[in-house]
C-alpha cells in the first residue's frame, strides 16, 4: 500500500513534463507551415548584388532572397508576399499562387522589383505567407534589409603609442617599428559582416598600393598597427591607413572612397614609417666654418662621415650616442665644412642597417668670395620632389603634387635625385680651375648668403623646375642691367612658388606653384622632343656668344627654347628656328638657356659639352 502514492507522484511528474514540451511544441509550430522558414540571404542588394561567400561560407548571390517551408498538413494554394517596415504590402514573391502539395520543400524568391518596375527603397521587409482555403496569414522568418548604398566606412584620426606627439610638429605620427612604436587606428564603427584595416604605402611611383591589411572589430571602433608588414618592420615611407569594409548585403566599401585620393581629403589618417633622416640647410654654410644638420635616428646611436661630393676621401667623421639622440624627433648635429672654398658636400649617416645621404652646400669665404660668377643650386626643387607628408593625410606633400609644402623638412630619400647632373657643372668648373661662389635659390629668396649683386655672371644649375617668385623680376633685372646668365637644364624656370621667410631670413614654406609662362627673360620653351639626329648644329644667328663651336653631340633628345622676338638670337639646333641651345640679348646683358637634358653630367666626357660650358665662362667671367 506504501507504493501507491510514489507511483501516483511519478506518474504526475512525467504528465507535467510531457504536457509542457507539448505546449511548447504547439508554441513553436505552425500547424500548417514548418521548415524554418527564413530569409536567405538576410539582405540583399538588388542593382549591384554579387555573388560572394555568406557567414557560413557558401557562395550565395546577394542580389535577390528567397524564402522557403513545406506544407505539413494538406495540399493547397500558397500565396507569399513581401511586407515593408510599415506593414504595406510592396510585391509578390516569384512562385506566388501555386498549388503546393503537403511535403516537399517549395521555395519562393525576390529580386527587390516593385510592380511598377522600380527598386524598393533601401529598408527593412519580411515575407509572409497566406493560406486562402485556410484563411490564415503567417509571418514567414525574420526580417530582411535591401541596401544599394554602399557602406562609407572612415578613419579617423591615427594617434602615436607611448608617447603623446608633439604638439608643435607638423604631420603624421612618425615611427619605427625596429625602436617598437605603434600606432592606434580611430575609425566609425558600423554593423559589418567583415572589416579590414588597409595599410597604403603612397610614396612610391605610380599610383598608391595597397601593401598588407588585416582584419579589426567592425563596432570596436580602433585597431593598433605595429608598423609592420607580414611580421616585418615595414620599409621607411609615406602611408595612409584606409579600411575595406563589406555589409551584410555583401557590399563593399573603401576609405579613401577613391584608389587615387586628392590631398586633404584623407585628414589625419597618415603615418610615417621612419628609421634614419636628416634635415639639411638649405642655404649655404661658409666654408670653415660649422653648420647644423637635424638627425632624427629613433633615438638610436649613429654615426656620420663629411666627403667632398662625388669623392671617396672622408673628411670628418664622429658618432653620436642613443643617451645624445634619445630624443622621438631627433636631435642637432653640428659639422665643420672644410675651408676649400666653394662646393658641395655629402653627410652620410648609418644606424644599424639603414643608412642616408644628403648634401651640404658650402660658399667661398674670405678672398674667394670676391668671385664674380654665382653658381645657383635648385634647393626649392629639392624639397618640392621630397615626398614627405607634412598635413598627416598620408599622402607626400609635394609641389609636384601642387601642394603647400614645408622647406625645414628632412629629406626622406637622401640626396636629391638630380643632384649628380648638378654636381656635373661644379665639378667641371673646379677641373678648370674657375673660381666661382655658390647659393641655393631657397638662400637668394630669404636673402641669406652670397647675393646676384656683386657678380658679372649667374649659373642656373641645373633644372630650376620650381623658381622663388620673388627671384623672377631679380634675375631678369640682373640681366637687363648687363648681368650674363646661364640656365642649365631642362624643364627649368616653367613655374613660380612663393616662399615665405621666417624669422631670422630662414626660408619656411613654399605655396602652391603656379605656371611662368614666357620664363622670367621672355623665353618660351617647348615639351621635350626625342630624335634620331646626332648631332645638334649651330643655327644662323646675330649673336656671337659660342665661339665658332659647329656642332654639340651625344644627346638623344632636346626641348625647344624660343627666345624673345625681336632681339639678337643664336642658337644650335636640328633645323632653323627649332633652337636647342638659345642665346639672346635682353637690355644690357646676354642669357643663354641650355635645353639639352643630362648636359651636367655630360661634363664629365662628353667634349662638346665642355667646349660649350667653358666658352660660355668666357662670356660669364669677364
Known amino acids: 500500500m506504501s507504493r501507491l502514492p510514489a507511483a501516483a507522484f511519478a506518474a504526475l511528474v512525467a504528465a507535467t513534463v510531457g504536457a509542457f514540451f507539448i505546449t511548447q511544441h504547439l508554441k513553436v509550430q505552425n500547424p500548417f507551415v514548418n521548415g524554418a522558414p527564413r530569409p536567405d540571404p538576410p539582405a540583399i542588394n538588388p542593382t549591384a548584388g554579387r555573388v560572394c561567400r555568406d557567414l557560413v561560407g557558401r557562395r550565395v548571390s546577394f542580389k535577390r532572397t528567397s524564402v522557403s517551408f513545406y506544407l505539413q498538413t494538406k495540399a493547397q494554394i500558397v500565396d507569399v508576399f513581401v511586407y515593408n517596415a510599415n506593414g504595406q504590402q510592396v510585391a509578390t514573391a516569384t512562385g506566388s499562387g501555386r498549388y503546393v502539395r503537403r511535403g516537399p520543400r517549395v521555395v519562393y524568391s525576390w529580386d527587390g522589383t516593385l510592380p511598377s518596375g522600380g527598386i524598393a527603397p533601401d529598408g527593412s521587409y519580411h515575407f509572409e505567407?497566406?493560406?486562402?482555403?485556410?484563411?490564415?496569414?503567417?509571418r514567414a522568418g525574420g526580417d530582411f534589409q535591401v541596401i544599394t548604398t554602399p557602406p562609407h566606412p572612415q578613419v579617423t584620426s591615427v594617434t602615436l603609442n607611448g608617447a603623446p606627439k608633439d604638439a608643435t610638429a607638423a604631420g603624421p605620427p612618425v615611427i619605427s617599428p625596429e625602436s617598437g612604436q605603434s600606432v592606434t587606428i580611430h575609425y566609425t564603427p558600423g554593423n559589418w559582416r567583415d572589416s579590414r584595416i588597409e595599410i597604403i604605402r603612397?610614396?612610391?611611383?605610380?599610383s598608391p598600393r595597397?601593401?598588407?591589411?588585416?582584419g579589426a572589430a567592425a563596432t570596436l571602433g580602433r585597431a593598433g598597427w605595429d608598423g609592420k608588414i607580414g611580421g616585418r618592420p615595414a620599409?621607411?615611407?609615406?602611408?595612409?591607413?584606409?579600411m575595406r569594409v563589406t555589409d551584410q548585403a555583401c557590399n563593399v566599401g573603401h576609405f579613401p572612397f577613391v584608389s587615387d585620393p586628392l590631398p586633404g581629403s584623407t585628414p589625419h589618417a597618415g603615418v610615417t614609417v621612419r628609421y634614419l633622416a636628416a634635415q639639411p640647410p638649405l642655404v649655404p654654410v661658409t666654408a670653415g666654418s660649422a653648420t647644423t644638420v637635424f638627425v632624427d635616428s629613433r633615438r638610436r646611436p649613429y654615426t656620420w662621415k663629411l666627403f667632398a661630393a662625388g669623392l671617396p676621401k672622408v673628411l670628418e667623421r664622429g658618432s653620436v650616442a642613443a643617451t645624445v639622440a634619445a630624443t622621438v624627433t631627433?636631435?642637432?648635429?653640428r659639422v665643420k665644412i672644410p675651408a676649400l672654398g666653394a662646393g658641395v658636400y655629402e653627410l652620410a649617416l648609418s644606424s644599424g642597417t639603414h643608412h642616408t645621404v644628403v648634401p651640404l652646400v658650402a660658399a667661398a669665404g674670405g678672398r674667394r668670395a670676391a668671385a664674380k660668377v654665382l653658381v645657383v643650386l635648385p634647393a626649392l626643387t629639392w624639397q618640392g620632389r621630397n615626398p614627405r607628408d607634412d598635413t598627416g593625410d598620408?599622402?607626400?606633400t609635394t609641389l609636384t603634387a601642387g601642394d603647400r609644402i614645408e622647406l625645414a623638412r628632412p629629406l626622406v630619400d637622401g640626396l636629391p635625385a638630380d643632384l649628380p647632373g648638378e654636381l656635373g657643372a661644379i665639378h667641371f668648373l673646379e677641373r678648370q680651375r674657375d673660381p666661382f661662389q655658390l647659393t641655393t635659390d631657397i638662400a637668394l629668396a630669404a636673402g641669406v648668403g652670397p647675393q646676384l649683386a656683386g657678380h658679372t655672371g649667374v649659373?642656373?644649375?641645373?633644372?630650376?623646375?620650381?623658381?622663388?617668385?620673388s627671384l623672377t623680376a631679380r634675375l631678369r633685372a640682373f640681366a637687363t642691367a648687363g648681368g650674363r646668365v646661364v640656365s642649365v637644364g631642362t624643364d627649368s624656370m616653367q613655374r613660380v612658388a612663393p616662399v615665405h621667410v621666417g624669422t631670422g631670413g630662414v626660408a619656411v614654406s613654399a605655396g602652391p606653384p603656379s605656371p611662368l609662362e614666357p620664363d622670367p627673360f621672355?623665353?618660351?620653351h617647348g615639351a621635350l622632343v626625342a630624335r634620331t639626329s646626332a648631332q645638334i648644329l649651330v643655327l644662323p644667328g646675330r649673336l656671337g656668344v659660342f665661339g665658332g663651336l659647329p656642332a654639340i653631340s651625344g644627346f638623344s633628345s632636346y626641348q625647344p627654347i624660343y627666345p624673345p622676338s625681336g632681339v639678337p638670337a643664336a642658337g644650335f639646333g636640328i633645323a632653323t628656328g627649332v633652337p636647342a641651345v638659345t642665346g639672346f640679348r635682353i637690355g644690357h646683358g646676354t642669357v643663354v638657356e641650355i635645353g639639352l637634358p643630362g648636359f651636367g653630367a655630360s661634363l664629365a666626357g662628353n667634349l662638346d659639352a665642355q667646349q660649350l660650358l667653358a666658352t660660355l665662362w668666357g662670356l660669364l667671367a669677364r
Open 129 to 138: 505567407v497566406n493560406l486562402p482555403s485556410e484563411d490564415e496569414t503567417i
Open 202 to 206: 603612397t610614396d612610391l611611383p605610380g
Open 210 to 214: 595597397v601593401v598588407y591589411s588585416y
Open 235 to 242: 620599409p621607411a615611407g609615406t602611408y595612409l591607413v584606409g
Open 330 to 333: 631627433g636631435a642637432e648635429l
Open 394 to 396: 598620408g599622402l607626400p
Open 459 to 469: 649659373i642656373l644649375d641645373g633644372s630650376l623646375v620650381w623658381l622663388p617668385s
Open 522 to 524: 621672355g623665353a618660351r
